[in-house]
T-cell receptor, first 115, second 108 residues
Framework: DGGITQSPKYLFRKEGQNVTLSCEQN?????MYWYRQDPGQGLRLIYY???????QKGDIAEGYSVSREKKESFPLTVTSAQKNPTAFYLC??????????????FGSGTRLTVV | GQNIDQPTEMTATEGAIVQINCTYQ??????LFWYQQHAGEAPTFLSY????GLEEKGRFSSFLSRSKGYSYLLLKELQMKDSASYLC?????????FGAGTTVTVRA
């Protein structure tokens, strides 16, 4: 079955360490996205990519980095520069066509806790 | 910004109807989505409006009025499993922007 996989589901890191969250999809979707969700808040866009080897900053890109070397993969690195990294991170993918979307498919999320 | 506003919380009784409103301020967008999110899980797609009017999908319906900057999600015949957060999102410039979500609690 096609889908989008995030790993790990739970991640603990010490303050000051970089950490990379994995996101893989086998849906042949063009676009991939990373969102962050804090308790009681909506999803905020970190980075997105519409094509391999290209990506754009979202609303809260500071302290994060991404790469898109393969269509299937869009890993997110949370760097030590991110002031408040503890959050629920969601990856999503989508097929794009003529300026519309057919909806996001979301991964199951990674809950990152920095201690 | 798109300033997407939703009520924070709503409570309703099993079997009842609940309407979740979403207002926004933006110069233009391609479409409006509604997602359901249970605690600790990923959002799941409920409904999508491109044109003004009502879209019906079983117990869930969504309405859009572009001229009024307004949408609503209507949940009928509420079930306990409908207790969740409901997210309104605008699609524009190849990405979705989300509201903060409305937490709906269904009581027996």
């Amino acid at each position: 079955d096609g889908g989008i996989t995030q790993s790990p589901k739970y991640l603990f890191r010490k303050e000051g360490q970089n950490v990379t969250l994995s996101c893989e999809q086998n849906l042949n979707h063009d676009a991939m996205y990373w969102y962050r969700q804090d308790p009681g808040q909506g999803l905020r866009l970190i980075y997105y990519s519409q094509i391999v080897n290209d990506f754009q900053k979202g609303d809260i890109a500071e302290g994060y980095s991404v790469s898109r070397e393969k269509k299937e993969s869009f890993p997110l690195t949370v760097t030590s520069a991110q002031k408040n990294p503890t959050a629920f991170y969601l990856c999503a993918s989508s097929t794009l066509g003529q300026g519309v979307t057919y909806g996001y498919t979301f991964g199951s999320g990674t809950r990152l806790t920095v201690v | 910004g798109q300033n997407i506003d939703q009520p924070t919380e709503m409570t309703a009784t099993e079997g009842a109807i609940v309407q979740i409103n979403c207002t926004y301020q933006t110069s233009g967008f391609n479409g409006l989505f509604w997602y359901q999110q249970h605690a600790g899980e990923a959002p799941t797609f409920l409904s999508y409006n491109v044109l003004d009017g009502l879209e019906e999908k079983g117990r869930f319906s969504s309405f859009l009025s572009r001229s009024k900057g307004y949408s609503y999600l209507l949940l009928k015949e509420l079930q306990m499993k409908d207790s969740a957060s409901y997210l309104c999102a605008l699609f524009n410039d190849y990405k979705l922007s989300f509201g903060a979500g409305t937490t709906v609690t269904v009581r027996a």
